[in-house]
């Protein structure tokens, strides 16, 4: 059974989501032949978006008893609300916020028995540039900060920074709305437990992504999950890269509305980010 703070916390994210819903106009943003074939996760094309997510990953972990190791499971729900702003003609502010809520069971010192701990996480906040150098093609660049809120000792208790950039390029001869768009990300902590973990990752997304017939789309790596680690080794780490094979499945019920399933399972863990993750999402675009 859920943790009364588990319920608490979805409880919040719900009511947050739900007073911008109805606060946002019917009347703003794209219509709906522009939003029929955008998927809404095209960095150089931002949109008005409200998502609720559900992302459920597992890693390999210490055991309770020295020498021994366990399979911890992690469950994250969280908000999204992303808003872009149009600064010039060809200029774009995309702005996210991501408040999530974290159900894990990992051993640690506050943890030794490795039962199941809830709380808020950390929260991310993001900001990217967008420049439209034609229909075809676009760039875009900007950076994360995810800050130490979480309670329970669910997340980590440093600063996150996480700095990118993505070039564009439409592909109307596969589909209309279809599109390839590689981006680079580079994360660091700072200012946490100096004994802590030392964040230094290259993250690699080489985003495809094929419109299909009856609203439905496909998408490979559609998160940042390729990896070359360059701070601390974690438990079980051999090397420092990590390829999944990472998709998504999606469908446009309607022109407003996306929902999808992506799925991560590891080809080489030497870095073992995960050893399966899946991700739901329902939006809402505008």
Same mark, same amino acid.
């Given at each position: 059974?859920?943790?009364?703070?588990?319920?608490?916390? +979805?409880?919040?994210?719900?009511?947050?989501?739900? #007073?911008?819903?109805?606060? *946002?106009? =019917?009347? @703003?943003?794209?219509?709906? &032949?522009?939003?029929?074939?955008?998927?809404?996760?095209?960095?150089?094309?931002?949109?008005?978006?409200?998502?609720?997510?559900?992302?459920?990953?597992?890693?390999?972990?210490?055991?309770?008893?020295?020498?021994?190791?366990?399979?911890?499971?992690?469950?994250?729900?969280?908000?999204?609300?992303?808003?872009?702003?149009?600064?010039?003609?060809?200029?774009?502010?995309?702005?996210?916020?991501?408040?999530?809520?974290?159900?894990?069971?990992?051993?640690?010192?506050?943890?030794?028995?490795?039962?199941?701990?809830?709380?808020?996480?950390?929260?991310?906040?993001?900001?990217? +540039?967008?420049?439209?150098?034609?229909?075809?093609? #676009?760039?875009?660049?900007? *950076?994360? =900060?995810? @800050?130490?809120?979480?309670? &329970?000792?669910?997340?980590?208790?440093?600063?996150?920074?996480?700095?990118?950039?993505?070039?564009?390029?439409?592909?109307?001869?596969?589909?209309?709305?279809?599109?390839?768009?590689?981006?680079?990300?580079?994360?660091?902590?700072?200012?946490?437990?100096?004994?802590?973990?030392?964040?230094?990752?290259?993250?690699?997304?080489?985003?495809?992504?094929?419109?299909?017939?009856?609203?439905?789309?496909?998408?490979?790596?559609?998160?940042?999950?390729?990896?070359?680690?360059?701070?601390?080794?974690?438990?079980?780490?051999?090397?420092?890269?990590?390829?999944?094979?990472?998709?998504?499945?999606?469908?446009?019920?309607?022109?407003?509305?996306?929902?999808?399933?992506?799925?991560?399972?590891?080809?080489?863990?030497?870095?073992?980010?995960?050893?399966?993750?899946?991700?739901?999402?329902?939006?809402?675009?505008?």
């Amino acid at each position: 059974m859920p943790a009364p703070g588990f319920c608490a916390g +979805l409880e919040s994210i719900f009511l947050v989501f739900a #007073a911008v819903l109805f606060a *946002a106009p =019917a009347s @703003a943003g794209p219509d709906d &032949n522009v939003l029929a074939n955008q998927t809404g996760d095209d960095p150089t094309q931002p949109l008005g978006k409200i998502e609720l997510l559900d992302r459920f990953t597992t890693t390999p972990g210490p055991g309770a008893t020295e020498g021994t190791s366990k399979q911890v499971d992690t469950n994250t729900p969280f908000a999204r609300i992303e808003a872009p702003f149009r600064i010039a003609p060809q200029w774009e502010l995309a702005l996210r916020v991501e408040v999530p809520f974290v159900s894990t069971n990992p051993v640690t010192p506050e943890n030794p028995t490795g039962q199941v701990i809830s709380g808020f996480g950390n929260v991310l906040t993001q900001g990217w +540039l967008v420049y439209e150098i034609n229909p075809r093609w #676009a760039i875009a660049a900007g *950076a994360q =900060a995810i @800050a130490p809120t979480s309670t &329970n000792g669910v997340a980590s208790d440093a600063w996150e920074e996480v700095t990118g950039g993505v070039v564009r390029v439409m592909l109307p001869e596969v589909s209309e709305g279809s599109y390839f768009a590689p981006q680079v990300r580079y994360g660091v902590d700072f200012g946490g437990n100096d004994e802590g973990p030392m964040l230094r990752q290259l993250r690699l997304m080489p985003t495809l992504n094929v419109n299909l017939p009856h609203n439905l789309f496909f998408t490979l790596f559609p998160s940042p999950d390729i990896r070359w680690n360059y701070g601390t080794p974690v438990y079980g780490q051999t090397g420092r890269f990590f390829l999944p094979l990472n998709f998504m499945i999606g469908w446009k019920p309607t022109p407003h509305t996306t929902i999808s399933a992506e799925f991560g399972i590891p080809i080489i863990k030497d870095f073992p980010v995960y050893t399966f993750k899946t991700q739901l999402r329902i939006g809402y675009l505008f």
